[in-house]
């Protein structure tokens, strides 16, 4: 499971022109499922993420998470994240869950958060527009086995 999580000023995710999810200042979470991924591997990927110490503190130092800013967390899959680039020129998704399987495990890891958290999401398995404010930029790619 790999999640590429973003700190945004704001971000959202429209589907047929509609927007399905949107939060202010938070996380931009993709999350990409693979077959071998399970629920206790998402558990430890939410505990990593929402634990990611990538907003500022007093001091303007990366020490504190999102919860801690009372930020918000906005997720959507993006089977593309498990995609295998490592030869050619096109990409391979043979590491990517089966849809009925990777909705399942998005559905659960989504269900966690929002416990935890404000949560939004997109659509699973439809065509999203995300737009967001990247602040910084920071980005960075989190995985868990």
Do not use: W
Not at 65 to 72: H, K, L, M, P, T
Not at 103 to 117: K, M, P, R, T
Request: hydrophobic share 40%.
């Amino acid at each position: 499971m790999k999640a590429l999580i973003q700190r945004v000023s704001s971000a959202k995710v429209e589907v047929n022109g509609g927007v399905v999810g949107e939060i202010k200042a938070g996380v931009l979470l993709l999350l990409g499922v693979e077959k071998t991924d399970t629920q206790e591997v998402a558990d430890r990927l939410l505990k990593k993420v929402l634990g990611y110490r990538i907003f500022a503190d007093e001091e303007g130092k990366m020490n504190l998470n999102v919860q801690q800013v009372a930020g918000g967390m906005l997720v959507v899959s993006q089977f593309t994240l498990v995609a295998d680039t490592k030869k050619g020129t096109r990409p391979g998704f043979s590491k990517g869950a089966a849809p009925e399987e990777g909705e399942q495990l998005y559905n659960f890891f989504v269900e966690q958060c929002a416990q935890q958290i404000k949560t939004e999401t997109g659509l699973y398995g439809k065509d999203m527009k995300v737009s967001l404010v990247n602040d910084g930029p920071v980005t960075f790619m989190l995985e868990v086995n």
